[in-house]
Each structure stands twice: as structure tokens, then as C-alpha cells.
């Protein structure tokens, strides 16, 4: 278990255009042809939750969701979400859930930015069978 020394070492830092953000994506937002619905990148208190992939792995990523089993995981560059307009990309370490990689993207997701963002998106662990 960490102790508040080693929390106080978690700084937000300025997360690089050419890096990656993963986000675990519920099977209820695939379609039969295993393509993802736009309704899947939306808002949670104030942002779509992700994880930076300096301190995560897909499978981690997987691990932190509810029911593991029932998620894929995806991939999305942050200087292809930066160039959706409107939307930042903040990194946001959860300290409740012990999650050094969380990071939001922030800003209202319309349907054209859904869009956008499924566009931005690659399968990066698929969802079991």
C-alpha cells in the first residue's frame, strides 16, 4: 500500500501529443459488426475517463472497470482528440482508486464530436469471447 509520500509524488503532468489514452469501452456500446457506437464517448463529472498510457496497460485499464470481462479496451492518440474541437485532454491521477494514469477529456461531446472520437479509436484488447 502507498503512503501519502509516495502520493505526493503523482504531479499532473502535460500529457504529449504523441501518446496514447485508453478507455475501457462496455459491450452493450458494440455493434453486431463489432464497430463502436458513438454513444460509448461520453462525459462523467465533467469528462470522458481514460488512462494514459505512460502509466497503464490495456489489460490494467481493463482490471479498473467494473466487470472486467464485459469490456473491450481502446486506444486514441491525444493529439488526435486535441484536434477535435472543443475537446482537452487534462491528466487528472485518481488518488480514491490508487490510479496514477486517469485523465479526462474534457469538453461537451455533440454528436458530431461522438463521432469524431469513434474515428480517433482502435481496438487495443478486444472483448473476450
Do not use: C
Not at 467494473?66 to 485532454?89: E, F, K
Not at 461531446?109 to 478486444?126: G, N, S, T, W
Amino acid at each position: 500500500m502507498a503512503d501519502e509520500n509516495e502520493l505526493a509524488e503523482w504531479p499532473v503532468e502535460q500529457i504529449p501529443d504523441g501518446d496514447d489514452l485508453l478507455m475501457g469501452v462496455h459491450r452493450r456500446w458494440f455493434k453486431a459488426d463489432r464497430s463502436i457506437q458513438p454513444g460509448a464517448f461520453r462525459n462523467h463529472n465533467g469528462g470522458m475517463s481514460t488512462d494514459w498510457s505512460r502509466y497503464s496497460a490495456p489489460e490494467q485499464t481493463r482490471q479498473r472497470r467494473r466487470t472486467p470481462l464485459d469490456n473491450a479496451v481502446i486506444r486514441m492518440n491525444v493529439g488526435d482528440v486535441r484536434a477535435i474541437p472543443g475537446q482537452s485532454v487534462q491528466h487528472t491521477p485518481d488518488w480514491e482508486t490508487m490510479n496514477r494514469a486517469h485523465s479526462d477529456v474534457v469538453g461537451e461531446k455533440d454528436e458530431q464530436v461522438r463521432i469524431l472520437l469513434r474515428r480517433a479509436a482502435e481496438v487495443a484488447l478486444p472483448l473476450p469471447r
